[in-house]
């Protein structure tokens, strides 16, 4: 008997609780029986057991947070040739830009033959002191609103089998 697969697999990093608050509104959004799962903790048979993917993190230094990479390091290879046409989206937390972050991510889920499903939501938070980039992010309602938009859009999706 063939076990169904979770809709949506939230995955997420944040250091300053600006791509957690995100990744909590997206999964809110998605509602069950969509799985929020830090990048620390992601191992290949997790994405492996997922339908659909949303990535969520801050750009650091014009990149995805190196947490974040480090998950796609330790499960790119395990995956190659496993997950092909899953349906993916990413929400990018940002000081003043975001695309380098979604470039990568981009860039390694092309290996994995992934299909993005969504334009990337890119937040700027305008942080451009070592203060404001370092401090606790606390996000505006309009914000976490389109990470739930995104994250019930991702799940709607899964579900009718759109993507």
């Not at 492996?48 to 499960?75: I, Q, T, W």
């Not at 994995?112 to 451009?128: D, F, G, T, Y």
């Amino acid at each position: 008997m063939r076990t169904a697969r979770p809709p949506l697999l939230i995955v997420w990093h944040s250091r300053t609780g600006a791509s957690e608050a995100l990744a909590r509104a997206a999964l809110e959004g998605a509602g069950a029986p969509a799985i929020l799962r830090r990048a620390a903790d992601i191992m290949p048979n997790d994405l492996l057991a997922a339908a659909g993917y949303l990535f969520v993190c801050p750009e650091n230094l014009a990149s995805m947070s190196g947490e974040m990479k480090e998950m796609f390091d330790r499960c790119y290879y395990p995956l190659l040739g496993r997950i092909e046409g899953r349906a993916y989206a990413t929400i990018i937390a940002a000081g003043s830009d975001g695309h380098g972050a979604e470039r990568q991510i981009d860039r390694i889920v092309t290996g994995w033959r992934l299909r993005r499903v969504s334009e990337s939501l890119i937040v700027n938070l305008a942080a451009q002191t070592a203060e404001e980039i370092l401090a606790t992010k606390c996000l505006p309602a309009d914000k976490l609103r389109l990470a739930r938009d995104l994250g019930e859009a991702m799940a709607e999706g899964l579900a009718q089998g759109i993507f």
